[in-house]
Structures are given as C-alpha cells and as structure tokens.
C-alpha cells in the first residue's frame, strides 16, 4: 500500500510539472500557447533607412506583442545573406533588393517569399553625388564616366539606367563600379570613381562630411514611387510557419505605419543601427514607407525588371506574396 501511495504521489508530481512546463510554453523554440509554430525568428537587416521598421518594431516591443522573440543580426549586403536564408539559418532579411531576390528566384537559388514590403522611391532618397568642384552636373555628363553602386546589375543601375533614358543618356556609356555603400564616400574622395549612386542615409552623411552635391536626383520619372526593398522569406518557411510569418507580418506593417506617420520616430531609431548621428538622422530624406503588401504596386518593379531585361519571364507575384490564410 505503502509503494502504491508513493508511486500514485509520484505521478502526481510529474504531471503537475508536465503541466505546468506546457502552460509556460517549454523551453524549446515551439510557440507555445499562442499558436506559433516558432516564437524565435532571425531577421538579417541592413543599415539603411530601408530596414527603421524592424527596429521600431523591436523598440515599440510590437513582436512581444505577437508573441515573437525576434534576433536582428546587421549584414552589409542583402546579397551576403541570401545563402544563409537557403539554407535556414536566417528566417527574413529586412531592407532586401527586389532585384537580387527576384533574379535569385529565377534561377532556382530560393523560392522566394515577400512578408511585406518595405520601401518605395521618393525625390533624393537615392542620388548621384559628385565632389564639389566636378564637372557632372547633369545626366547626360554621366558617359563615360565610373559611377559607384552597391550591387552591379541591381536596383539601383536599374533605376538609373531609366532616369538616363528618360533624358536621352545611352546608359551603355556609364561604367558602374561595385563599391558598398560603407565606402563609397571615401571612394569618391579618393577619385577612386566619378560619381557615387548612394542611398539614405550614406548620400545626407557624405553631402555634410565632404560637401558632396547632387549631380541627379536618383528618385524621379519615371520610377518615382517604385517599390525598392522589402523583408522577404523563403515559401519553405511560411509553409513550415504560417501563423509565425503572419505575426511577423503583423508587427511589421504596424511599424511600417508608425514610420510612415511620423518621421522622429524613424530618426529615433536611425543611430541605434547605422553610423549615422542624430543630427544628420533629422534631415535625411526618407523613403515612402508602404503600410500592405500590394500586388499592383509590386507589379511596377517586375515591369521595370522585363523591360530592363533583368528577368526573362514575369514571375507570378501571387505564389511570391505572402497572404495569411486567416
């Protein structure tokens, strides 16, 4: 009798703890009772204005909201984590280049999801910046010359290259260089190139560090308003995790609203990530931050791809953007 009380107190005891593990959720990387298939995401970010969301996210504590825990990790180049997404050990890259990702889907490298979008062009959110004393001071004085750009072949050639046409520049006469955006400055200083095509905020820091001007404002007609950037997965992953996507989603459009409404907020957040102080963070031009996940508008930078001959079959966005099932 004695043996069967202890046994009976000792089930007990394991079932109180079994219990009592299963309501805090465990320890593992499970989600618990919130639903989520994983509470734990590892999100890839580029110092650039493009990636404020995340960062406003993690400081307004809207993933905790979501019951997410969520690791950023700083990278220079979207590009340098495209394998580290292939391969699992990256869940989403913020501030990711359509150009790169939708070309890597193409080929087969990933099979590519878009959580939700993050930027689109605006005026001088992009732009070509010369040393002061420079002789480009338009478009057409771009041939012949080296101009700097992040990525060859990518958003930002892209994007320029429809600004030259559109001002009757054979875009076949600029040469662009790969430099990344950290050291482009120092580049152009250096007479390394002619021309930096720079972004926010890079283009603000190097107009105030070496009185850089804008030779072409990299945001106008005809790509004005384009989506450049977003925070893309992988289709393995949302299937894998739907309800853990749809909550990332969720916490990103919130701060996507929250940038989109009010600047300071971004220019809080700006010095927490990049090398950019305060007071350059006050009059950087920002990007128009996009609050949904729009087929048509994610349409433009697919037309602009074909044209440019940077993708051979229009992808069918549908099977790329994510939707929640509920």
Do not use: W
């Not at 990711?96 to 062009?121: D, P, R």
């Not at 955006?181 to 002619?194: R, S, Y």
């Amino acid at each position: 009798m004695r043996q069967s009380r202890r046994l009976f107190a000792l089930l007990s005891a394991l079932a109180l703890v079994a219990s009592l593990t299963a309501a805090c959720g465990g320890s593992d990387d499970s989600g618990g009772g919130n639903g989520l298939e994983k509470k734990t995401v590892t999100v890839a970010a580029l110092p650039l204005v493009d990636s404020a969301a995340v960062y406003i996210a993690q400081k307004e504590k809207l993933f905790q909201k979501e019951g997410l825990t969520v690791k950023i990790k700083p990278i220079a180049q979207s590009t340098l984590a495209l394998p580290a997404l292939s391969k699992g050990e990256v869940d989403v890259i913020s501030g990711a280049n359509y150009v790169s990702f939708l070309q890597a889907n193409e080929k087969g490298a990933l099979k590519l999801s878009i959580l939700a979008e993050g930027t689109t062009m605006t005026s001088h959110m992009m732009d070509v910046l010369v040393m002061p004393k420079s002789s480009i001071k338009a478009p057409k004085d771009l041939e012949g010359k080296k101009v700097a750009v992040n990525i060859l072949n990518n958003i930002q050639s892209l994007t320029l290259d429809a600004i030259l046409k559109a001002n009757n520049v054979d875009p076949s006469k600029v040469k662009y260089v790969q430099v990344p955006f950290p050291q482009m400055a120092t580049a152009l200083e250096k007479g390394q190139v002619d021309a930096i095509h720079t972004v926010e905020p890079f283009s603000s820091d190097t107009e105030k560090k070496l009185g850089a001007r804008v030779a072409v404002d990299g945001g106008t007609e005809p790509i004005t308003d384009t989506p450049i950037s977003g925070y893309v997965s992988t289709q393995d992953f949302v299937k894998k995790n739907p309800k853990t996507a749809a909550a990332f989603q969720r916490a990103i459009i919130a701060a996507q609203k929250i940038a989109a409404g009010d600047r300071k907020r971004v220019e809080e957040v700006l010095p927490s990530y990049s090398k950019i102080d305060a007071q350059v963070a006050k009059v950087i031009t920002m990007p128009g931050y996009s609050t949904s996940l729009n087929a048509t508008r994610m349409q433009r930078i697919v037309d602009l791809m074909s044209t440019e001959k940077l993708l051979q079959q229009k992808p069918d966005m549908k099977t790329i953007l994510f939707q929640p099932t509920s």
